[in-house]
Structures are given as structure tokens and as C-alpha cells.
């Protein structure tokens, strides 16, 4: 059983507008998620992350949100770039030992010029 | 600094053979671990080492090994290989308890 999930699988935006990555988890005990952005031939790259005491967390055109009752989050970009277009993945950290984050499926977005 | 470094780049297999993909990851880092990548399953955990020992391991079949050496360079090992083992292995390095992982390039293994 998938414990996070990305229910969207692609997503398109017009460059300039505002691009909106949504992750769903069932355990209601994760405390630690993060965004990952992999190009193709790539591997993932960390972009952002929240821990479970802030609901919002913001870097540049990048913002997190995190909703703990929902046991949703969502990656806001703003604007959207061309150069943004690739596969995002959100995590979250198992346990506290490390090394171990469990992934959503991916949503590959495309901005569009 | 290098960044992780998984070889070879691209690897095809016939069913039944065994196959080894390496990594090295970034200097200091004393943990690594590998996750296989299939389309429309995201990433799935196989394990994590640190310091040569095995410290988390995910649900894959016993097929799947790994190991790390002194100078935290890890290998995974897949025994006879099936069609669905094709994937992109990727291989990750952290500090240690760090949350933060930093990915090689993968190592896309096709198997016919």
C-alpha cells in the first residue's frame, strides 16, 4: 500500500502561472517531508522541506504547505518557469535513523512558454 | 566536492543473470542508500548502510543484496534477473542521520 501518494501523474502550466504539486500520506505519525526534482538521465534533487511543526515553509519562487489533519501537502511554484518542467517527488522520512525516505509516485510537471 | 557516482550508466541483462551496480558516494558521507525506480511506482527503498552495515532494508525478495566497504563505496547485487527487475537503480549518500539525500545519476538496468 502506497503511504504517500501523488494522485496526479502530470500536470501542464502556462509559464509565468502558478504550478500546484499535491502529496497525500496515511500515517499520521510522519513528522518530516520533502520535495525532490529529478530531470530525466538525472537523479532527484532536493528542492524544499517542512517538518511537521511549521505549516508553511518558503524558499524563493518554492513554498511548501502542510496540512496535518488533512495529511496533505502541496508544493507551490510561483512563477513557473520553463526550466522547471520535470519529474517532482515528495517524501517523507521513515524513521529517524536516516537513509530511508519513503516516495510518492511523481508528478511530471511541464510549463509551457 | 564529487558528487555520488553510480556505474555503469546503462547495463542490459538476459533473464536468470546476476548483476552488480556500484556507487560511490560523496566524500564524507557514511551513509548509502539504493532505491529502484519503476514507471508509476515512484521510488521504492531496497536499503541503507552505514558504516558496512546493513541498517534498513525495504521489501524486496531475498535476490536483491547489497553491501558497503570500509570506504563507504556500496554495491547492489540482483541474482537471477526477471523482465521486471528493469528499472533505474538509483544510488543516494547522507551524513549519517541526515534526512537530506543527495542522488547519483542511476544506473538504468534493462533486462530482455
Known amino acids: 500500500d502506497q503511504q504517500v501518494k501523488q494522485n496526479s501523474p502530470s500536470l501542464s502550466v502556462q509559464e509565468g502561472r502558478i504550478s500546484i504539486l499535491n502529496c497525500d500520506y496515511t500515517n499520521s505519525m510522519f513528522d518530516y517531508f520533502l520535495w525532490y526534482k529529478k530531470y530525466p538521465a538525472e537523479g532527484p534533487t532536493f528542492l524544499i522541506s517542512i517538518s511537521s511543526i511549521k505549516d508553511k515553509n518558503e524558499d524563493g519562487r518554492f513554498t511548501v504547505f502542510l496540512n496535518k489533519s488533512a495529511k496533505h501537502l502541496s508544493l507551490h511554484i510561483v512563477p513557473s518557469q520553463p526550466g522547471d518542467s520535470a519529474v517532482y517527488f515528495c517524501a517523507t522520512l521513515a524513521d529517524n535513523q536516516g537513509g530511508k525516505l519513503i516516495f510518492g509516485q511523481g508528478t511530471e510537471l511541464s510549463v509551457k512558454p | 566536492k564529487a558528487g555520488v557516482t553510480q556505474t555503469p550508466r546503462y547495463l542490459i541483462k538476459t533473464r536468470g543473470q546476476q548483476v552488480t551496480l556500484s556507487c560511490s558516494p560523496i566524500?564524507?558521507?557514511?551513509?548509502v542508500s539504493w532505491y529502484q525506480q519503476t514507471p508509476g511506482q515512484g521510488l521504492q527503498f531496497l536499503f541503507e548502510y552505514f558504516s558496512e552495515t546493513q541498517r534498513n532494508k525495504g521489501n524486496f525478495p531475498g535476490r536483491f543484496s547489497g553491501r558497503q566497504f570500509s570506504n563507504s563505496r556500496s554495491e547492489m547485487n540482483v541474482s537471477t534477473l526477471e523482465l521486471g527487475d528493469s528499472a533505474l537503480y538509483l544510488c543516494?549518500?547522507?551524513?549519517?542521520?541526515?534526512?537530506?539525500?543527495?542522488f547519483g545519476s542511476g544506473t538504468q538496468l534493462s533486462v530482455l
Open positions: 566524500s564524507g558521507h557514511r551513509s
Open positions: 543516494a549518500s547522507s551524513l549519517g542521520s541526515s534526512e537530506k539525500l543527495f
